[in-house]
């Protein structure tokens, strides 16, 4: 299954889908709130408690959301975290490998990998037997990597496919009904 990574001006781009709308989301919320403060007569202190919210909420949903990604153009990979940006060329990578997130393994064993916070493993996926994202990113940056160098396409180990067995499932629904029936007993 391939992640066809998003066509952009700098090449193809990876990253989970959800995080730049979650970014703007964590952006225009204290923007939001304090619109919402101001409009409802809850008085100035309600709107000047928000007002420190914004600067923090946008940085944050900024370089923790919309920044990171990975791209990949005809002269390498450059992976953008929030903290640091790493450009790798094509032949400086070894492979992709998908753990928790999305490892580059620089050519040589002496470097560590480079962790991409864009692409991060969903373990929902992996807890069902599904194949992750990230899975799907190292395999095409994997062929990518194939395509550009030469050689021929690692074959990078995926997560653990964790399957939880029927009686596993079971004992969870039954704990979770225990949980819901101890709660609504203990209310009244």
Known sequence: MSTQGDEGPDGRVFRNNTYPVLGWVLIASPVALIAVSALSGAGPFAVLCAIPLAPVAAAAGWFC??????????????????????????DQIDRFEAKDRLLVYPAGHDA?????WAVQAANIARMTGRVSHADNVAADLNALLAQHTGRPA???????????????????????????????????
Not at 112 to 116: F, G, L, Q, Y
């Open 65 to 90: 959301y919309i920044v990171p990604r990975v791209v990949a153009d005809e002269d390498g990979v450059t992976v953008f975290n929030p903290t640091q940006t790493h450009r790798l060329a094509w």
């Open 112 to 116: 560590p990998p480079v962790k991409a």
């Open 154 to 188: 690692p074959i990078a180990p995926t997560g653990p496919q964790v399957r939880l067995a029927s009686l596993q499932l079971a004992a969870v629904a039954v704990a979770a009904a225990l949980l819901i029936y101890l709660r609504i007993h203990f209310r009244r």
